[in-house]
């Protein structure tokens, strides 16, 4: 245990200032942005003006003995959580691999790491600054062995889904997200491309180009045009090349469309420059939108060679300059798929038409009447192998089940080609569909005689071309199939022999995989996204994370990457992420507990107090306090710091996870506290006037607010730490490290573990319940019992997390993101819908054990905006979900009040607040009660946000979407809108509480409002 002085924590700011002095400036960062570790600096002058520039988010490492003064200071003079401070370790660093943008260290400094630890912990393409001898050098991270880019939507000019990516494996840990979260319906091929240091995506939301940094996510830059969704990407040299109307910004009109010249973006600036020479896709002159039937674009690089097809037109061009070398033209067909093999360009002829090919969640062609060879260096027509695709109708039609002739056969489509070893492989088959003439077919690429065939077998081998894919590998093609039972069938290229037997599919308890696509590294297989096989075709399950539909995950540069999801048939991680594939570092339980200087308060919670989040522990949101008949804002106050202003802000508000410069209040005994999750920090206030009563720093982001409970202010960490203040003015009374291991990681923007504690704990007696982690197939999740009154560990349970582990155990590993604990009847704490921690602290099986009354899932407690059919193909997000023995409600901006239910339904823009009962075993609601909807009563509310039922009234606020305006409703419990509050800005998730004969709400943009009697 450690215990810290009362002198050591409390140091004043001004004899901060006077003491540690001025520092001498640090080098000039240049015009990149990013994560910024820096070490050496024993003042916040120079962390500060490089925090101060909206580019970098600073991480400075100082001796262990200046952090609590340092924070305090840099919390003084609203920086912190802009600037994070932590205690320099000794030993290797707690980053991953690749992490920050722009390291700056003086290696003369007390406990600076080796230059070797410091080039580990830089990014690809990051530049490390180094003072040797008291001259600072700027020096590039040195090349690496053993990772690859991903430049191409299937990898690379040949398209073999193969990564030569030998350090991305299983995930282990998530490194970074960010959003948008959450994708719309089923999400549709989405695919990054990622190189030199950079991830690059097409912003599921509005159509913008997202670069970001491939080591923490943190955005680099967005483009103006407004971009199809999906659209191909390609890195060539330093640029990434896609199509983009500079022109025209309108989403509605882009979603479904590719034209505009190719665009060159400059990776590290974002500057753009078009390539004239490209050809384009003919437009309709009326409209000027593609015209029908002329298919999509493509472009395929490789050295100095740029391939580019629009319709019938395919060029080769120079790289660099973007020049035109030569091209040739198909009046009557389009080309599809345009591959490189050797000094050979192959590529697919379609006829046009409509129904010839298409995007989707994987590129198909539906009409294939050629495969075609030209010469790399001049276009000089190699060969041209006639096909046809699809097999013609059957005649007659075969008959159905009821005895007649079925209307449609299933017929198979060509996906993107393979081309490898001297070959060219074809594979043919359909979506969720047992298509008889799904195959795969080996052309010789001198030659284009077809070699062999091999006809796939239908639904045995689940041939759904959005997970399905064909590859080759060490002298083998390998077929690999999704969906589900799906798996992995090898052969001869020459012959086209089986060898070996099928392998089937891992079923597994979490998830199996269903639409994403299949692909493969040097050294491993990945079966639609989550079940990873090595060299002997061992299976190791990671179902946390899957991509969009048809897309899957995509490994690179030592990590593996994925895009948002759409579907919530289980709890997966969400957002754009990169996962990292290496372990954390031991932390030893005797550096656990930590004792602080604070003493108990005296404020305990009473009847009517709001004490935790959401009120109480079953998350009720609703309380009896009696609230006068006619009410009016009694005060507003600047609750927390404002953001400094830039892209990396701009960013973070962009993804729904995003809660806000404050957290939900909670109220007892006249006090007001929140959380902090901009400026890492808790706050109180005092209830009748506002003012500030204290503020303390702490290690990281807290999401939603504290526990107050025995004088205590208790609360979880997303630096994965619980601990406990005192009421009375914020000192620490004790601070417990419940991360299994110490890895950071950047969640929404900000630095924080990869092993995150949700902020609201649950306290029973004298008892604190807590959980750490991220996912339960990312680390797995850490459940704590802790002793309120000095932290002491009573009771821990780990769930998931082991990499070693194939096959978890189906009873107790479900596949579970990290939420709030939500109480039952019993006693029991559940974590979403398939964990539950009985008031003993042991785990047990869901389905022995009495059910919540509501489920958190998709870590609904903090979703800030939102639609159902964004992250809910299946469900929507206030809607009955299906447990053993029963049914359970999912919960978002939901009261349950007995058998009566308030909640928002239907999408953002159109909600209705509805009021309904529910039937016993929740499978349906009766007829609503009363609907009010936002597109008729509630016209200033684009998003709703927090809904409470106070007293004989519900409150209900939102605001805009950017943010920028904020509203309140006073509504009676029979439907009619009462009362109409204007707020500074949009209230944050679930943003609040009553208590004290007054509600209190708090904002995004920081503002703290109390709203009682007049």
């Known amino acids: 245990m450690i215990t810290i002085p009362q002198n050591q924590l409390l140091i004043a700011t001004a004899c901060l200032v006077a003491t540690i002095g001025a520092a001498e400036p ?19 002058e120079q962390t500060g003006k490089l925090a101060a520039t909206g580019r970098f988010l600073v991480h400075q490492l100082v001796p262990a003995a200046r952090v609590d003064a340092l924070r305090n200071a840099a919390l003084n003079q609203g920086i912190h959580g802009a600037v994070v401070i932590d205690a320099l370790p000794t030993g290797q660093l707690p980053h991953p691999s690749r992490f920050a943008d722009l390291v700056m260290a003086d290696l003369a400094a007390p406990g600076c790491p080796a230059q070797a630890e410091l080039e580990r912990i830089a990014n690809v393409g990051a530049t490390l600054h180094l003072r040797v001898s008291g001259t600072w050098q700027a020096k590039p991270r040195p090349p690496e062995t053993g990772i690859a880019d991903w430049t191409h939507k299937w990898y690379d000019a040949g398209g073999n889904n193969v990564s030569a990516d030998r350090k991305a494996g299983p995930p282990q840990l998530i490194q970074w997200q960010a959003g948008p979260a959450f994708a719309d319906g089923a999400g549709n091929g989405q695919h990054p491309v990622i190189g030199k240091g950079a991830f690059a995506c097409i912003s599921a939301v509005d159509g913008s180009l997202v670069v970001r940094s491939a080591g923490n996510g943190l955005g680099r830059w967005r483009s103006q045009p407004t971009l199809a969704y999906l659209t191909e990407l390609l890195i060539a040299g330093d640029r990434v090349l896609t199509r983009a109307d500079p022109t025209v910004k309108n989403t509605k009109l882009l979603g479904k469309f590719e034209y505009g010249p ?3 973006f400059d990776l590290a600036s974002g500057a753009a420059s078009v390539l004239p020479d490209a050809p384009e896709l003919p437009l309709d002159p009326k409209y000027q939108m593609p015209m029908g039937g002329v298919g999509f674009p493509s472009a395929i690089s490789a050295g100095s060679d740029l391939v580019v097809v629009a319709a019938g037109d395919l060029a080769v061009m120079d790289a660099a300059s ?3 070398r030569w091209a040739v033209s198909n009046p009557d067909g389009l080309w599809f798929s345009p591959r490189i093999l050797e000094d050979q360009i192959i590529v697919a002829e379609c006829p046009k038409g409509d129904k010839s090919m298409g995007r989707g969640r994987v590129d198909s062609a539906y009409a294939v009447r050629a495969i075609c060879a030209f010469a790399l260096a001049d276009g000089t027509p190699r060969w041209r192998s006639e096909v046809t695709i699809p097999t013609p109708q059957p005649d007659p039609l075969p008959l159905g089940r009821d005895g007649k002739p079925v209307t449609r056969v299933p017929k198979a489509s060509l996906k993107p080609m393979t081309c490898a070893a001297g070959k060219v492989f074809l594979h043919t088959c359909a979506y969720q569909a047992a298509a008889a003439d799904s195959g795969i077919t080996a052309l010789d690429a001198k030659t284009g005689k077809q070699l062999w065939r091999f006809a796939l077998p239908g639904r045995k081998w689940a041939a759904t071309d959005s997970a399905s894919c064909i590859l080759y590998r060490d002298g083998e093609l390998i077929y690999i199939g999704g969906h589900g039972s799906g798996g992995i069938a090898r052969f001869d290229p020459e012959t086209g022999a089986q060898r070996g037997e099928f392998k089937d599919g891992l079923r597994h308890y979490a998830y199996a995989g269903e639409c994403s696509m299949s692909r493969g590294t040097t050294d491993w297989l990945i079966k639609a996204a989550v079940t990873w096989y090595d060299k002997d075709l061992t299976a190791i399950s990671r179902p946390a994370n899957r991509g969009s539909c048809g897309a899957g995950v995509f490994p690179a540069q030592g990590m593996v990457f994925s895009t948002p999801i759409g579907c919530d048939c289980t709890d997966y991680a969400r957002g754009y992420q990169g996962l990292s594939c290496e372990p954390a570092l031991p932390v030893a339980d005797e550096q656990r507990l930590t004792s602080g200087p604070g003493k108990p308060g005296k404020s305990l919670p ?6 935790m989040f959401m009120a109480d522990a079953r998350r009720s949101v609703s309380s009896t306090v009696a609230l006068p008949p006619e009410l009016a804002v009694r005060w507003t106050v600047a609750g927390a710091p404002r953001p400094i202003a830039g892209r990396l802000i701009d960013d973070r508000r962009r993804d729904e ?17 929140a959380g902090l999750p901009e400026a890492h920090a808790v706050t109180a206030h005092d209830a009748t006037t506002g003012k500030l009563r204290w503020r303390t720093p702490v290690g990281g982001p807290v999401d939603t607010p504290p526990t107050i409970a025995g004088g205590l202010c208790v609360f979880g960490c997303q630096d994965g730490t619980i601990s406990a203040l005192s009421t009375t003015d914020g000192a620490l009374v004790w601070r417990f490290d419940g991360a299994p291991g110490r890895r950071l990681a950047m969640l929404n923007g900000r630095l924080a573990s990869a092993f995150p504690a949700p902020g609201s704990v649950v306290v029973v007696g004298d008892k604190v319940h807590a959980t750490v982690g991220h996912h339960t197939y990312l680390g797995g999740l850490t459940t704590w019992m802790l002793d309120l009154a000095s932290g002491k560990p009573l009771a821990t349970n780990r769930v998931g997390g082991d990499p070693k582990v194939s096959v978890p155990d189906k009873e107790t590993v479900p596949n579970l993101l990290n939420d709030i604990l939500v109480a039952a009847d019993d006693g029991g704490l559940w974590i979403g819908k398939s964990l539950r921690i ?36 299946t469900h929507q997000w206030v809607s009955p979900t299906w447990l053993p023995a029963r049914w359970l409600m999912r919960a978002w901006t939901m009261v349950q009040d007995g058998d009566r239910i308030y909640g928002l339904m239907g999408d953002q823009r159109n909600a209705s607040l509805e009021a309904g009962t529910l039937s016993e075993d929740l499978r349906a609601r009766a007829i609503p009660l009363w609907s009010l909807t936002n597109a008729k009563d509630f016209t200033d509310l684009e998003v709703n946000t927090a809904l409470i039922k106070a007293g004989d009234r519900l409150f209900m606020g939102g605001g805009s979407y950017d943010g920028a305006k904020g509203s309140l409703y006073a509504i009676s419990l029979d439907g009619k809108i009462l009362q109409r509050f204007d707020l500074p800005s949009r209230l944050v998730p679930n943003g609040l509480a009553a208590a004290g004969g007054q509600i209190v709400a708090t904002c995004v943009d920081g503002s703290l409002i109390a709203i009682a009697g007049k």
Do not use: N
């Not at 640090?26 to 916040?44: E, K, M, R």
């Open 26 to 44: 640090l080098p000039d960062p240049g015009p990149g942005s990013g994560l910024a570790v820096v070490v050496g600096q024993d003042d916040l």
């Open 262 to 264: 190719l665009i060159a």
């Open 322 to 324: 973007g020049k035109r």
């Open 606 to 611: 009473v009847a009517g107090d709001w004490p």
């Open 657 to 673: 996870y995003w809660i806000g410069a404050l957290t939900a209040p909670v109220i007892v005994g006249g006090t007001v506290y």
């Open 838 to 873: 009985p008031p003993d602290g042991k785990l047990e099986k869901t389905k022995t054990s009495v059910l919540p009354p509501i489920a958190m899932s998709r870590r609904v407690s903090v979703v800030g905006f939102t639609q159902p059919q964004r992250g809910g193909s």
